[in-house]
């Protein structure tokens, strides 16, 4: 197959003696199946020869796709299976690979053979390799432009199979801004045959991982895209653009940091009073635009609560974002909620950057920890819920956005607006439907539910089958105080999967030493080997069997269900009905 390179080879001998000249030294430009296409001094004669027998070097800077620089070519890594490394004549190499829409077709390469060469090439070696590389740029451009020289030819086709086997969107604009020739991502973007449609582009300045924002308008149907535009010249000197896109909003949804496997991770889990008064909250407020800012002590399940209520909300289908506003450094956090573009500040990305609302337009924005958010980003959080629109930083470009704001926080909110800690107005903005969570010592019913739970997605990681926690466990839960909540008790869970190791079920042994040093004394075991619990356990776990019979029903085949479900004997339930005196 006759390469690219090939169509343009005496351009491209040219090019490889313009390079001689200049640097004084031994050039040759491979294509990408490594055949030599042009040479200088003694490779001059051995054009169109396939240098893959030797060519390691070439090989390497096509795989990593950048300009290397060998200075010991014989002693490097690369050359240890070439024949002639032991007696290799070459003191420096320095090598570009030459791109051809976003594909490395080729590779140039300067060779030194004489300390002198070397020592120049090292003296100023920036300036050679921005030279070398702006040759590349030089040959791309030569390339496209024989392409276009041969579109009215039969090797068009080949490169319209290329386009076509793009998954970005391709267009060919004519001066006339007429397509004159789309790729299947470019028709299947707009639904519709795109050739001989007129399209405009309009961008909006910034630029974005590397390519520029823009608004493409095909007849009546308008598209946000993120595209490079090439402009070319036709046989007829007529001006040729060719644009390369892919769809602002399909690429935004790829990069959304936080989502969600399955309603798995998502499950409000327990039947206490308090959760179920929780599920009743969050099912009038879920379809509602209104701000939510859940509290509640660390570890309650802030983030499950946020999430519960996006899933049961007519947005459920777009994006669920999340942002920890303790956790990103003061001077960051601004760039991580608005974006920024190229050249925003200093240390940025220089592709810039799309932020976390604009990722979650049209879903559900979860600020975490929205009482460490500083003041003056709190202003901008106002102004942009007021507005609701954004500006990236460093952009003058302004974005609509629909965006439904979740907040939550484990400091005491209204403490910190009294001190001055927090914005007011931002406060009433976010404090539309006020959510505050149990602790997990306000829902001591859950307990079990939760600890089985955990247990169930624990046998699932560590590939062990799934078994009822004791009850000689769960007594033990019960009676701790669980300063960590949700959490800490998940936290636990897994420690005992931990320590169980191979062995065939888990006792109290598997338990955190601080867990049982925390009630050292309160908790004696019974004759049949359980433990009993403290008042506080007494209480919860009669309220655990009031509730488990009355989901199963006091029918023997009820009290058989709730025994199972409670992981004990029915034997032991009937004593603790008698005891607890449920009847």
């Given at each position: 197959m006759i390469s690219v390179l090939s169509n343009i080879q005496d351009d491209i001998c040219n090019y490889a003696d313009a390079i001689s000249g200049i640097t004084g030294t031994?050039?040759?430009?491979?294509?990408?199946?490594?055949?030599?296409?042009?040479?200088?001094?003694?490779?001059?004669?051995?054009?169109?020869?396939?240098?893959?027998?030797?060519?390691?070097?070439?090989?390497?800077?096509?795989?990593?796709?950048?300009?290397?620089?060998?200075?010991?070519?014989?002693?490097?890594?690369?050359?240890?299976?070439?024949?002639?490394?032991?007696?290799?004549s070459e003191m420096l190499d320095l090598n570009a690979p030459i791109f051809l829409n976003n594909r490395v077709i080729g590779v140039i390469g300067i060779i030194c053979s004489?300390?002198?060469?070397?020592?120049?090439?090292?003296?100023?070696?920036?300036?050679?390799?921005?030279?070398?590389?702006?040759?590349?740029?030089?040959?791309?451009?030569?390339?496209?432009?024989?392409?276009?020289?041969?579109?009215?030819?039969?090797t068009l086709g080949a490169f319209r199979r290329l386009i076509d086997a793009m998954d970005r969107g391709v267009v060919a604009i004519d001066g006339n801004n007429r397509v004159w020739h789309a790729n299947v991502s470019a028709a299947r973007l707009f639904n519709r045959e795109v050739i001989g449609c007129s399209l405009s582009i309009e961008t909006t300045g910034d630029i974005l991982y590397g390519d520029e924002e823009a608004w493409i308008t095909l007849e009546d149907q308008k598209r946000h895209v993120l595209c490079k535009q090439i402009t070319l010249s036709s046989l007829e000197n007529e001006s040729l653009t060719m644009v390369i896109f892919h769809d602002a909003r399909d690429y935004m949804s790829q990069i959304t940091t936080t989502t969600y496997e399955s309603d798995r991770r998502a499950r409000l889990i327990g039947h206490s009073q308090p959760m179920e008064q929780?599920?009743?909250?969050?099912?009038?407020?879920?379809?509602?635009?209104?701000?939510?800012?859940?509290?509640?002590?660390?570890?309650?399940?802030?983030?499950?609560?946020?999430?519960?209520?996006?899933?049961?909300?007519?947005?459920?289908?777009?994006?669920?974002?999340?942002?920890?506003?303790?956790?990103?450094?003061?001077?960051?956090?601004?760039?991580?909620?608005?974006?920024?573009?190229?050249?925003?500040?200093?240390?940025?990305?220089?592709?810039?950057?799309?932020?976390?609302?604009?990722?979650?337009?049209?879903?559900?924005?979860?600020?975490?920890?929205?009482?460490?958010?500083?003041?003056?980003?709190?202003?901008?959080?106002?102004?942009?819920?007021?507005?609701?629109?954004?500006?990236?930083?460093?952009?003058?470009?302004?974005?609509?956005?629909?965006?439904?704001?979740?907040?939550?926080?484990?400091?005491?909110?209204?403490?910190?607006v009294e001190n001055h800690q927090f914005r007011e107005d931002l406060f009433y903005r976010l404090n539309v439907v006020p959510l505050v969570l149990p602790s997990l010592r306000e829902r001591r019913e859950d307990i079990a539910s939760l600890a089985q739970y955990f247990a169930d997605e624990f046998s699932e990681n560590y590939q062990r089958p799934n078994r009822k926690i004791p009850a000689e466990i769960i007594n033990l839960l019960y009676a701790y105080h669980w300063p960590g909540n949700i959490r800490e008790l998940r936290n636990v869970i897994e420690y005992i999967y931990v320590m169980q190791g191979d062995a065939s079920g888990m006792n109290a042994s598997h338990l955190p030493p601080h867990l049982l040093s925390s009630m050292?004394?309160?908790?004696?075991?019974?004759?049949?080997?359980?433990?009993?619990?403290?008042?506080?356990?007494?209480?919860?776990?009669?309220?655990?069997?009031?509730?488990?019979?009355?989901?199963?029903?006091?029918?023997?085949?009820?009290?058989?269900?709730a025994a199972a479900e409670l992981g004990i004997g029915i034997a032991t339930l009937y004593r603790k009905i008698k005891v607890y005196d449920l009847g």
């Open positions: 031994d050039v040759e430009i491979i294509d990408e199946s490594l055949m030599r296409i042009a040479g200088t001094g003694k490779y001059r004669h051995m054009l169109n020869q396939n240098v893959s027998k030797n060519g390691y070097i070439y090989r390497h800077v096509l795989r990593v796709q950048e300009t290397v620089l060998i200075k010991n070519p014989g002693e490097n890594a690369l050359c240890q299976h070439c024949e002639k490394h032991l007696y290799c004489t300390e002198e060469q070397r020592n120049t090439l090292l003296s100023q070696i920036d300036k050679f390799v921005t030279f070398i590389e702006q040759i590349a740029v030089m040959i791309s451009s030569k390339v496209f432009e024989c392409l276009e020289r041969l579109r009215a030819q039969e929780l599920r009743s909250t969050i099912a009038k407020i879920a379809n509602s635009y209104a701000s939510v800012l859940i509290t509640g002590e660390s570890g309650s399940g802030k983030e499950v609560v946020a999430f519960a209520i996006h899933q049961n909300s007519p947005r459920k289908d777009k994006p669920f974002v999340t942002i920890n506003c303790a956790a990103i450094p003061e001077q960051l956090l601004e760039s991580e909620l608005f974006g920024y573009v190229r050249g925003a500040f200093s240390g940025a990305d220089p592709k810039g950057r799309v932020g976390k609302f604009e990722l979650a337009n049209g879903g559900s924005l979860f600020l975490d920890e929205i009482g460490d958010m500083p003041l003056h980003l709190q202003a901008k959080l106002l102004r942009v819920l007021q507005e609701k629109a954004i500006t990236r930083v460093g952009s003058n470009n302004v974005i609509n956005i629909d965006v439904r704001i979740i907040a939550a926080t484990n400091k005491n909110i209204y403490d910190m050292n004394g309160d908790i004696k075991k019974t004759s049949e080997g359980l433990q009993s619990l403290d008042k506080q356990g007494r209480s919860a776990e009669r309220s655990i069997i009031e509730q488990a019979l009355a989901r199963c029903g006091t029918s023997v085949e009820g009290k058989k269900q």
